[in-house]
């Protein structure tokens, strides 16, 4: 998927428009793929200095997966810590396989190469995105990377709903965000 939407990206077509990335819980992590591919490969790496901007909303990371699904599917404290327990198990018994893929995809989305400004937008009682953990990548990206970071985080709206719960301060964020971009309007 990753080399499709690259391969997308470089076409004759695409090759001088501008990208921003607009990525959605998992999405995060997807586009840790994309980054690693454009670090590997010469032909994608022309595509990191055309992303101009990159929004996440509520994203989930690879260490977040047992605290976000366990969360996500019980309300019972038990069956969460049973599932919670069976992720962090599974994942620790196939490290060698999965899971280091897994680990070093985290790693490089936390260490991201492309440095385009970012918005991070959660919320304090996201079920399945960690508010700790959305908050310490906004930081580690603004402090760490020295990038141009926003946030916007609600006081309450479930997982990946921000926009409608707070439609308007969710619209107003990204509008702020991207008109800060002043990326040229390109016709379609």
Known sequence: MAAKLLNELTSAENIHRPVIVHGFSVGGYLYSHVLNLMEK?????????????????????????????????????????????SIESYLALFARYTTKVYVARSHLFHNNPVRSPALF????????????????????????????????????????????????EYTQAVKDFLSDLEVPAVSV
């Open 121 to 168: 937008l959660f919320s304090k009682d996201d079920k399945v995105a960690d508010v700790n953990r959305c908050q310490a990548c906004a930081d580690h990206w603004k402090v760490k990377l020295n990038m141009n970071v926003r946030q916007k985080c609600f006081e309450s709206s479930p997982h990946v709903s921000h926009f409608y719960v707070h439609n308007k």
């Open 41 to 85: 490969l010469d032909k994608f790496s022309p595509v990191k200095s055309r992303i101009r901007g990159q929004v996440f909303d509520s994203p989930v990371d690879f260490h977040g997966i047992p605290y976000g699904i366990s969360n996500a599917a019980s309300e019972n404290p038990f069956v969460r810590w049973l599932m919670k327990s």
